[in-house]
């Protein structure tokens, strides 16, 4: 089974700011990497796919990037609904899909 | 647009059984695979289980193997997740989502979620 780790677990960050999460795997999963973000109460979203696609509606604001075990989410300009846990999943060795224990997006 | 609805949560005793539901629509159900994924009360996600657009096949976690089934009914536009001999630790919100096929190559297939439901909430406590 693929583990993957996120970190940090909690960053803090002002309004306008840029945010880097990171999502590590424990062996390469290549660019078969997920982004979703869930706000409290609501079912996760998917954001990024490949690594580096956005979905569909996603704001340009959102990038993806990385490839074999190391990759990075970055929110290029904090809004106030990007406040939020975000968690990264592999979906190269299955079963099972894997997800990190996830980031939270707070402000600073 | 894509809609999951899920029901059928509640409170169950330990040993006990509860059958979840999600009714799909939207989409083309029978064309697509679909998942159950759960969370914990301020936990993370985890995987349980996924059948595949036919139902031809079907993964589990490990951590519900033996216990919890997975199905469809393709004229109903509708999953099912049985489970039983439920435990405390699968307390949880219980997510149907459905699959994606990102591409395809020698080795397999590679798919995430697209969309997902707004969840059930199964308590198991006696």
């Known amino acids: 089974e693929i583990v993957m780790t996120q970190s940090p677990a909690t960053l803090s960050v002002s309004p306008g700011e840029r945010a880097t999460l990171s999502c590590r795997a424990s062996?390469?999963?290549?660019?078969?990497l997920a982004w979703y973000q869930q706000k409290p109460g609501q079912a996760p979203r998917l954001l990024i796919y490949?690594?580096?696609t956005r979905a569909t509606g996603i704001p340009a604001r959102f990038s993806g990037s990385g490839s074999g075990t190391e990759f990075i989410l970055t929110i290029s300009s904090l809004q106030s609904e990007d406040f939020a846990v975000y968690y990264c999943q592999q979906y190269n060795n299955w079963p099972p899909w894997t997800f990190g224990q996830g980031t939270k997006v707070e402000i600073k | 647009q894509v809609q999951l609805v899920e029901s059928g949560g509640g409170v169950v005793q330990p040993g006990g059984s509860l059958r979840l539901s999600c009714a799909a629509s939207g989409f083309t159900f029978s064309s697509y695979g679909l998942h159950w994924v759960r969370q914990a009360p301020g936990k993370g996600l985890e995987w349980v289980t996924f059948?595949?657009?036919?139902?031809?096949?079907?993964y589990y976690a490990d951590s519900v193997k033996g216990r919890f089934t997975i199905s469809r009914d393709n004229s109903k536009s509708t999953l099912y997740l049985q489970m039983s001999s439920l435990r405390a630790e699968d307390t949880a919100v219980y997510y149907c989502?459905?699959?994606?096929?990102?591409?395809?190559?020698?080795?397999?297939?590679?798919?995430?979620?697209?969309?997902w439901g707004q969840g059930t909430l199964v308590t198991v406590s006696s």
């Open positions: 062996q390469s999963v290549s660019s078969n």
């Open positions: 059948i595949r657009f036919d139902g031809s096949n079907k």
């Open positions: 989502a459905k699959d994606l096929t990102a591409y395809y190559d020698s080795s397999g297939y590679y798919s995430f979620f697209d969309y």
């Open positions: 490949g690594a580096s």
